[in-house]
């Protein structure tokens, strides 16, 4: 079985600050592991996932992520953060290795970002 | 990517009634996924959607309840049946594979 903690539920900041968003996982197997965003009234959006390889990944927004394997972490950062990011944000985990839980997405609580002028 | 719509957006329903909400992908998918998302909280999945088979669900939910079709590899309903309070939620589908997935906009159930 598979747990996503999202450490803070909200995260209040403002305009050209930096932001972290915390995320750590639980798994008995390997994993993938995702952010997605959801901006008001919007569906969700993938934001950026490690699959293999580098340990930070980077969106086109500014936004990255590293995979920290002894931490069991995938912790969001933005050096300087804009009106325009305040959204929620969802870390997720699938289960690498296949199976019957092949694709599916554990997600965690939601940590709802908000950006003051 | 794939592009995903979902009909309809949002519905107001009485109790003990049912609603079929549908999912449409513009590209052929092997995998479909419908989760759920209560007030406040985060999404859970309902089940998996597979094409020519019965759907897989998770722990807590039932065929009977949430009984989902996927007649081709670009479509798929959930029905939400005899409906109350509880399943006030907003569903959403999904597609795509293990290293990335698309979602829809979503369906906003009130049920009264």
């Known amino acids: 079985a598979q747990s996503v903690t999202q450490l803070d539920s909200q995260v209040p900041v403002f305009e050209e600050a930096p932001v972290e968003l915390r995320c750590n996982y639980s798994s008995s197997v390997s994993v993938y592991l995702f952010w997605y965003v959801q901006y008001p009234n919007q569906g969700l959006q993938l934001l950026l996932k490690y699959l293999s390889g580098s340990t930070l990944v980077e969106s086109i927004n500014g936004f990255e992520a590293e995979f920290n394997k002894s931490q069991t972490s995938f912790h969001l950062r933005k050096p300087s953060v804009h009106i325009s990011d305040t959204a929620e944000y969802f870390c997720a985990v699938s289960d690498r290795d296949g199976g019957t839980s092949y694709g599916k997405l554990t997600f965690g609580q939601g940590t709802i970002l908000t950006v003051h002028p | 990517s794939a592009v995903i719509s979902q009909k309809p957006s949002r519905d107001i329903c009485q109790r003990g009634t049912s609603l079929t909400i549908q999912c449409q992908v513009d590209s052929q998918v092997t995998m479909m996924f419908w989760y759920r998302q209560q007030p406040g909280q985060s999404l859970t999945l309902i089940a998996t959607a597979n094409q020519g088979s019965e759907a897989t669900y998770e722990s807590g939910f039932v065929i009977d309840k949430f009984p989902i079709s996927r007649p081709n590899l670009t479509f798929s309903t959930l029905t939400v049946s005899n409906m109350s309070p509880e399943d006030s939620s907003i569903y959403l589908c999904?597609?795509?594979?293990?290293?990335?997935?698309?979602f829809g906009p979503g369906t906003r159930l009130t049920v009264t």
């Open positions: 999904s597609a795509g594979g293990v290293y990335e997935q698309y």
